[in-house]
């Protein structure tokens, strides 16, 4: 029979390894930030985010028949600038405000390419918001830290995400893709 003390011991030793554990499996979980989601392309194919490893990422929630529906000819000239140095764009379209992505992927796609010639990769509709909220949406808006977190008040709201997959930054819809923000913001992540 153990005594009083080796069993308090034995016991305190378990709180600390099982602490330990659990925060090592939060570090990890942090560490891997967007990399973790897999949602399919705007074809209908699967494609992780791990594919982005290493590159900056511009998480945006996008929308064919809204007012900020122009931010696609600064998105896409902020891609072209910046894709060769490590960034990359990825749209998300969503129907969530106003109706205003009320199209098909494919309509959408033949919209984003005919009418601003999109050629970052774009994502199947999805929903950022609500009890339908897409995974990926729900750790941006819940789990990403003081200053990023919060509901998507509305479409084109950007994550700049840095080439470890953590969410270091958000942007609301009315600041623009080519803001000297947003712009300020890109650059200092594609030093690092």
């Known amino acids: 029979m153990k005594s009083p003390f080796l069993r308090f011991l034995f016991t305190i030793r378990g709180y600390l390894l099982t602490g330990a554990l659990l925060i090592m499996a939060g570090s990890l979980l942090a560490a891997s930030g967007i990399y973790t989601f897999t949602l ?18 511009l998480v945006v929630n996008v929308a064919s028949q809204c007012g900020y529906t122009p931010q696609y ?6 891609y072209e600038k910046y894709k060769d140095q490590g960034f990359v764009i990825l749209g998300f379209p ?70 470890n997959g953590k969410v270091v930054q958000r942007f609301e819809p009315a600041v623009t893709p080519d ?3 947003v712009i300020a913001a890109i650059e200092n992540q594609l030093k690092q």
């Open 73 to 78: 000819s600064a998105l896409e000239a902020t």
């Open 40 to 57: 399919n392309s705007i074809d209908g194919q699967p494609a992780p985010l791990a594919n982005y490893k290493g590159k900056v990422v």
């Open 179 to 181: 803001s000297k923000e």
């Open 94 to 163: 969503a129907n969530n405000f106003g109706a205003q992505e009320p199209g098909t992927n494919e309509e959408i796609k033949t919209f984003c390419t005919r009418k601003f010639n999109v050629s970052f990769p774009m994502y199947s509709k999805i929903s950022v918001k609500g009890a339908d909220q897409t995974p990926l949406y729900a750790y941006l808006t819940k789990d990403t830290g003081p200053g990023i977190t919060g509901e998507i008040k509305w479409n084109f709201t950007k994550f700049l995400v840095d080439r």
